[in-house]
T-cell receptor, first 114, second 113 residues
Framework: QQQVKQSPQSLIVQKGGISIINCAYENTAFDYFPWYQQFPGKGPALLIAIRPDVSEKKEGRFTISFNKSAKQFSLHIMDSQPGDSATYFCAASPSGGSNYKLTFGKGTLLTVNP | NAGVMQNPRHLVRRRGQEARLRCSPMKGHSHVYWYRQLPEEGLKFMVYLQKENIIDESGMPKERFSAEFPKEGPSILRIQQVVRGDSAAYFC???????????FGSGTRLTVV
């Protein structure tokens, strides 16, 4: 059972363009939604995160949009740069006693062409 | 602050051997989490430990896998009698509290031949 579905699997964007990655979840107990960036040979690094009490969060060129009723959230990378080329993972964790446990999507390989 | 340190970075084991993966959490962090990443898959939770205690091992295979986080020293993930299906990247993360905004290490890539 895949509780967090991520799409697309891969994405190619031109420099300066907007990259959009989407995730959908099933578990209504999820209340923390981070995005991780992973470069080859490295561990995932926390990029930006959101909780369901807001519909959007922006940090620099990265924005999370959150739709609680649709159980969907997305990552937008504005003015995409070649250095943004990496694998991006969405994740979710529940409220309550298991709030430490992240469920990850399968990842999106982003390539930004110069 | 050296971050979460994992070693070795790469580990090759023959089928049937034991693999020991080490994780030193960030300074001041007493909560450690292990995740496994299979090729082209997301990370899957394995186990959550605090010093000397296993809090949640619901993601650990029932056999051959064990984890510890002793009072002194790094956390250890131990895989006995490895099989080809154990080949994966194993990531450790740590946090100062038992919540999910944690920091991952660079991982140990285990290859079973």
């Amino acid at each position: 059972q895949q509780q967090v579905k991520q799409s697309p699997q891969s994405l190619i964007v031109q420099k300066g363009g907007i990259s959009i990655i989407n995730c959908a979840y099933e578990n209504t107990a999820f209340d923390y939604f981070p995005w991780y960036q992973q470069f080859p040979g490295k561990g995932p690094a926390l990029l930006i995160a959101i909780r369901p009490d807001v519909s959007e969060k922006k940090e620099g060129r990265f924005t999370i949009s959150f739709n609680k009723s649709a159980k969907q959230f997305s990552l937008h990378i504005m003015d995409s740069q070649p250095g943004d080329s990496a694998t991006y993972f969405c994740a979710a964790s529940p409220s309550g006693g298991s709030n430490y446990k992240l469920t990850f999507g399968k990842g999106t390989l982003l390539t930004v062409n110069p | 602050n050296a971050g979460v340190m994992q070693n070795p970075r790469h580990l090759v084991r023959r089928r049937g051997q034991e693999a020991r993966l080490r994780c030193s959490p960030m300074k001041g962090h007493s909560h450690v989490y292990w995740y496994r990443q299979l090729p082209e898959e997301g990370l899957k939770f394995m186990v959550y430990l605090q010093k000397e205690n296993i809090i949640d091992e619901s993601g650990m295979p029932k056999e051959r896998f064990s984890a510890e986080f002793p009072k002194e020293g790094p956390s250890i993930l131990r895989i006995q009698q490895v099989v080809r299906g154990d080949s994966a990247a194993y990531f450790c993360a740590s946090s100062p509290n038992g919540q999910s905004g944690y920091t991952f290490g660079s991982g140990t890539r285990l290859t079973v031949v």
